[in-house]
């Protein structure tokens, strides 16, 4: 699934289907790990490490600071944590923290943060305001003509323009400085030859 997850960065999103698909893979992949599968992750790491003889409910005590640490963490993401502790980190000699473990499953969390941050911006996108403050700043200096046949998605204006060579840097880069103003990218904006 964060293979799909990561194929889709970048991408514009389209359609209403689109953004259900994204939508529906973001939530399978942020679902919160049951109490046993974290359990079974933060034993699986203890169990490399060698854990002397405590006096009554320390151990418990601990394993609950891990448990509360990666409440919400998916089990892959602690799943990740987990073998990158053990196999790739420089560390692995000694016994982890809790909160070690938590920024490592945030990182392996990334991906999901950004589609979730994506998610976020498409329903706060409003295509008309956009577009329509695009064209009045855009035509204050005679680009409104930029943006015949753009489409507008996931913060982003896509246009089908073509400037004569002469005018098209200056044109473009107009056009990008207004788009940075509207806090929106531009992009597809070419040369005629």
Not at 112 to 134: F, G, H, M, N, P
Not at 160 to 189: C, H, M, N, Q, Y
């Amino acid at each position: 699934m964060l293979s799909s997850l990561r194929q889709r960065q970048g991408s514009l999103i389209e359609s209403n289907a689109e953004s259900f698909e994204l939508r529906q893979l973001v939530e399978a992949l942020s679902e919160p790990a049951t109490p046993m599968q974290r359990g079974k992750q933060i034993a699986t790491l203890m169990a490399h490490y060698y854990v002397a003889d405590m006096p009554g409910g320390v151990h418990d005590e601990i394993l609950s600071d891990f448990a509360v640490a990666l409440r919400e963490f998916p089990a892959w993401a602690i799943a990740e944590a987990r073998r990158w502790w053990v196999n790739d980190n420089q560390k692995r000699h000694r016994r982890p923290l809790p909160g070690d473990l938590a920024d490592r499953a945030r990182l392996a969390m990334r991906d999901v943060y950004a589609a979730q941050e994506r998610l976020k911006r498409l329903e706060s996108d409003d295509y008309d305001a956009v577009i329509d403050a695009l064209i009045a700043n855009a035509g204050a200096i005679g680009l409104a003509g930029a943006l015949d046949g753009a489409r507008y998605s996931d913060g982003q204006i896509v246009c089908a323009t073509a400037f004569r060579k002469a005018r098209a840097d200056d044109k473009r880069a107009e056009l990008e400085r207004i788009g940075g103003r509207l806090g929106i990218e531009i992009s597809g904006v070419s040369v005629a030859q």
